[in-house]
């Protein structure tokens, strides 16, 4: 049951008064039969779920039609403006923008600077919902529909100059049901893994602009909450030597790998520290500055975390940082101290209306004392960790505001609201660039004026094409984008090369 | 109320089972674990939370892998062979494949060659949906996406040697909710009409094939069943001079005109006539044999008949056929009579599990003892008429078996059912070539094994396109494809000068 279904077969209808979508007006008689035989308790907990979460459930425009308005010229006006202004020269004031005292001063309001490098980092991190293959008739589904060569091109993220040097799988050898995307056919890519990320890397000119050769790992987020709150609220697991905990789904996708599988020989851990090590070795050794960021979405967040803290064990010295976007809470607070005697900077991007960024514990941490019943069964464990950047789904004027649990959490959501984030206090930027019908690629959270269609981000007939018989087929995979476990040999090798023509060149300087 | 929601209210549960709702079976153990800690309430709240970042899909209904099968070799084989054969000449039979004779021998088992025709004229009504500007968001929304002679070019049909003449609108001064397709937006193309469908003529080689000038009118079918169900049933109106009535939202629909329109100056009555009268006239001019045929689907096949009777009553020894999918009952049997009386032809094509040939009716005449509340109110009025082909979903070894309303009534199920029949008795045809996967353009008919997705007829990105500057908007529609009440000018002018070097010619034949 949608979580919207749930409120509305929760909750006195008063307070949804003229309901979300269409489809609830077809069968009120229905719901009024439900409605009488709920117990209470479940009324109380969905009224207290909603005060609890301060949940404003404004009544959606209705289908009258639309007004000629100033929406018209925005129209115009927009269609044509850039998405992008100039890049500013921010080599400077890198290791501020990258949190080395926690973006202080940078957030309230928020730096133009530090606002184009979130959205960068948030673009990396939804590139992996964008290009993540989701057919579950697919052989390839839960790979990526491109290979790393050619994500950035066929996502229209050259401009951010980076290099993805390596895609990550993860597995989970804990059952975690609706955590992997599974083809249904027998002969697939891989039975067990998923494309959970990439590493990548800023080239030299955006490595000038940015004061640093910058690594980037972006993990992909998809999971059910179920999960996190069935069962990742209760078994905390420790990581590292102390007393540091951390839920333990979030560590068995981070650190799975079984020797049968095509993918995970080595876990995602594993595939991610090796690529890091390597390219900090790498640009190190060319006598550069380098720098770790980290960034992920909902779950991504939390493998973010993960991914930061081993980073921070393992590579001293090294700046990490990681951007989270709407991430659910990971760990107890010896984790958060550890991270922080690390010297790992966490910027946690959140979303006021977004439900995921209290889990674990929306309900046991923030509402304990309304559930007398299942106390016996918690503790206050989870802590978020670092600075937090609050945004608010009802600053910005494009979006609709009615209790839509999908689109506050949706990346695109916060990336737009980062977009138009001035201050706590100040009204959306009026002179916010980026695309605003990017909100509505996967949910319907744009306000009907502007006249976006919802979920419109989709393959023309869902990838079938006419073949020259006149018969609708599904294409091969271009070879070269059929993920393979060895496919990154080749940029392994030139790695290498590069590594050995480097050291000769120290070797060289050292002899003159 | 929406069709498939009236069976679930009124139909006994055994009926549809195990069918529509796949949500259920996700995590039945752990539910249990979770149920002795939880109230309900906060058990409902625990799997409503689950769909929460489901970003994309719903898990299908059992997921295990796909079993090796001859499906493979299917596919391989169906993918490279040509979805038609090479044309009969059929000229000679022209009148029986018309109905002169009611088709009485040639139904079953099905004469390949009019398997052939139906299926064509099938596709002509399909077109009437595959064309339509379904998209709230646009100003066109309710028309057809392409100019009339652009239409058959774009969806593929140009191999059928028709075409389009002219566009046919149609609107309804009583209100019937859900029929019309409307623009959110203040400007729009048209507040009251509906592209209904169109006129066509054979070419000259088609003309040579099957014997005749055929002139087709395709009727657009889109309605909901509620408004059959709710409204359709109990109102009769008298058509013509005698006792036959027929239901008057159909007669509505058919001659609703409004002086204040900009498409509905004339109704769609008028407008099929008057084009129909200048065709029969050209062409008769020319000495040619001519033949209408009228086709539709659901609501398509009702105006068809509507359309048939006036056609008949006004054009005497024109031969009319009406070929209709899944349509529902139009009159009453005096209706019925006056077709016969008037040399009308009707084949019906009705799937055996499809309930929309019930109606109106499907209660009242066929349930009444179940609704015996409701009684007092109606009439066993309609009668259906002509020649039926029944076909039976099972029949089909590529569709699933499961209870499917939408699908049941799917013209592309019924195009897939034709073409696979042989007879009452045989088995689907084992070399039937049409496209099996156009089957799920809109709907979830084929069996798993198959992998093609449900529903997969659709826009890139809903028609949104990027533009140079990096943004997406919906593109303005090509000029001649924006509808235009006068649009129709050019071909009139051009019909005209034909029609007068034809005078000329005939009076030339004369004078020598």
């Known amino acids: 049951m949608a979580l919207s279904t749930m409120i509305h077969t929760h909750l006195p209808t008063t307070l949804y008064g003229g309901a979300v979508n269409r489809i609830s007006s077809i069968s009120a008689h229905r719901r009024v039969a439900v409605d009488t035989k709920l117990n209470r308790g479940a009324r109380r907990l969905a009224e207290s779920l909603t005060s609890l979460l301060h949940l404003n459930i404004d009544p959606p425009s209705s289908r009258k039609n639309l007004q000629h308005s100033s929406w ?82 066929k996502l229209g993220l050259c401009k951010n100059g980076y290099k993805v040097t390596k895609y ?8 975690m049901p609706r955590w992997l995307e599974r083809s249904r056919l027998m002969d697939t890519w891989s039975k067990d893994s998923n494309w959970m990320g990439y590493v990548a890397v800023s080239d030299d000119e955006e490595t ?10 972006a993990w992909r987020g998809t999971v059910a909450p179920a999960e996190w709150y069935e069962d990742f609220q209760r078994d905390l697991e420790p990581i590292g030597i102390g007393d540091a905990k951390v839920e333990h789904g979030f560590l068995s996708i981070y650190t799975s790998k079984n020797e049968s599988t095509r993918y995970n020989k080595s876990s995602a851990s594993e595939q991610v520290m090796e690529e890091v ?9 060319q006598g550069e500055e380098v720098s770790l ?15 930061a803290y081993e980073a921070a064990v393992n590579l001293p010295g090294l700046p990490v940082s990681v951007i989270s ?6 760990g107890n607070s010896a984790f958060r101290d550890e991270l922080d005697d690390l010297g790992v900077k966490t910027l946690r991007v959140v979303a006021k209306q977004d439900l995921v960024p209290r889990m674990p514990g929306l309900v046991f941490n923030e509402s304990l004392q309304r559930f007398d019943d299942i106390t016996g069964t918690l503790e206050w464990v989870y802590t978020h960790v670092g600075a937090e950047l609050r945004l ?11 209790f839509n649990p999908m689109g506050f959490h949706s990346l695109e959501t916060y990336l737009h609201l980062v977009d138009g984030f001035h201050s706590a206090e100040s009204a959306f930027r009026s002179d916010a660039r980026r695309d605003v019908t990017l909100v509505n690629k996967a949910c319907d959270m744009l306000v009907d004026e502007l006249r976006i269609p919802q979920g419109w981000y989709q393959l023309a007939n869902k990838g079938l094409v006419c073949n020259e018989h006149g018969r609708w087929v599904k294409p091969r995979r271009e070879p070269e984008d059929i993920p393979s476990p060895i496919g990154d040999q080749a940029h392994e090798h030139s790695l290498r090369i590069q590594m ?12 003159t």
Request: charged share 25%.
């Open 72 to 153: 018209d010229s925005f129209d115009e006006e927009k269609h044509n403006t850039p998405t992008t202004s100039p890049k500013e020269m921010i080599a400077d004031k890198w290791r501020q923008l990258h949190g080395c005292t926690d973006w202080g001063s940078l957030l309230d309001p928020l730096h133009p600077w530090l606002r184009r490098e979130i959205v960068k980092y948030g673009e990396f991190a939804q590139a992996t919902y964008d290009a993540f293959d989701f057919d579950s008739f697919s052989e390839y589904c839960g790979s990526c529909r491109y290979n790393r060569n050619r994500l950035f091109e």
């Open 168 to 175: 990550i799988y993860a597995m989970s050898t804990i059952e």
């Open 208 to 217: 000038r602009r940015i004061g640093r050769r910058d690594i980037v790992v």
């Open 277 to 285: 090590m390597k390219l900090v070795q790498f640009y190190r050794g």
């Open 293 to 307: 960021t980290i960034t992920g979405h909902s779950l991504g967040g939390a493998l973010a975390l993960l991914n």
């Open 325 to 330: 976007f709407g991430a659910p809470r990971v």
């Open 392 to 402: 608010d789904v009802s600053s910005s004027p494009y979006l609709k505001r009615g």
């Open 500 to 511: 050995q023509e480097n050291y000769q060149m120290l070797y060289a300087s050292y002899q």
